[in-house]
Every structure is written in structure tokens, then in C-alpha cells.
């Protein structure tokens, strides 16, 4: 059975840094671009940032894209996205995503329906 994990969620605080991680489990990621996904209360599902099957090109949402990092490990088959400077407005469930559509992660990364397999998602709550 394909699945994704996500972990690596919770409670910080303004300023603090968490590290989410996607496991792949019963087939291997390397043959995929991975997605991190985010959907805050109210508000539609969004992309964050990905990373290409090589782990040569990623993107980042403006809104991320210098707080966040985002980095794959074939030994572990695992993506990780390093979130760094958390604000209150980074609230929301994690999402990781799979696909064999996005070439290189440009500029279509955030469009959800390239994605073939999807994680359950991670909570990430920023609060003092």
C-alpha cells in the first residue's frame, strides 16, 4: 500500500523552528516530486514548497520563502521542510504530496491536482 506520513507537527512559539517530515512507505519517492501543502482554518489548501525527484530544484511560496527549507534523503525516504522564524499566521495542517507530473517544481508546484498521493497531514500551531 502507497502512503505518506507526515510528523514533526505542534505547539511553538512566535520565532521558534520546527522540522516536518514525509516518509514514504511501500514505494520509493525518488521517482517523485514532493509538494508540502498547507490548509489554515477557513481558508483553502495551499502550496508551500517542493522539490524535484533529483533534489536539484525546489521552489517556495513568496510568502515562505525565506523561512522555509525544504530537503529530501533517499537512505531515509523522506522529505523534510525546515520551518524557521514561525509566525502565528504558519497556524495550519501540513500536507506532503507526490507526483510524477511536476517536472523540476516550477511554477505549477502549488496546484494540488498534480499530486497523485497524498499524507493524513500534521498539525503545526503557533501560539505564545
Known amino acids: 500500500q502507497l502512503q505518506l506520513a507526515e510528523s514533526g507537527g505542534g505547539l511553538v512559539q512566535p520565532g521558534g523552528s520546527l522540522r516536518l517530515s514525509c516518509k514514504g512507505s511501500?514505494?520509493?519517492?525518488?521517482?517523485?516530486?514532493i509538494g508540502w501543502f498547507r490548509q489554515a482554518p477557513g481558508k483553502e489548501r495551499e502550496g508551500v514548497s517542493c522539490?524535484?525527484?533529483?533534489?536539484?530544484?525546489?521552489n517556495y511560496a513568496d510568502a515562505v520563502k525565506d523561512r522555509f527549507t525544504i530537503s529530501r534523503d533517499a537512505t531515509k525516504n523522506t522529505v523534510y521542510l525546515q520551518i524557521d522564524s514561525l509566525e502565528p499566521e504558519d497556524t495550519a495542517i501540513y500536507y506532503c504530496?507526490?507526483?510524477?507530473?511536476?517536472?523540476?517544481?516550477?511554477?505549477?508546484?502549488?496546484?494540488?491536482?498534480?499530486?497523485?498521493?497524498w499524507g493524513r497531514g500534521t498539525q503545526v500551531t503557533v501560539s505564545s
Open positions: 504530496a507526490a507526483s510524477v507530473r511536476i517536472l523540476g517544481c516550477a511554477e505549477r508546484f502549488n496546484v494540488a491536482l498534480l499530486y497523485d498521493y
Open positions: 522539490i524535484s525527484s533529483s533534489g536539484m530544484s525546489t
Open positions: 511501500g514505494f520509493t519517492l525518488d521517482y517523485y516530486s
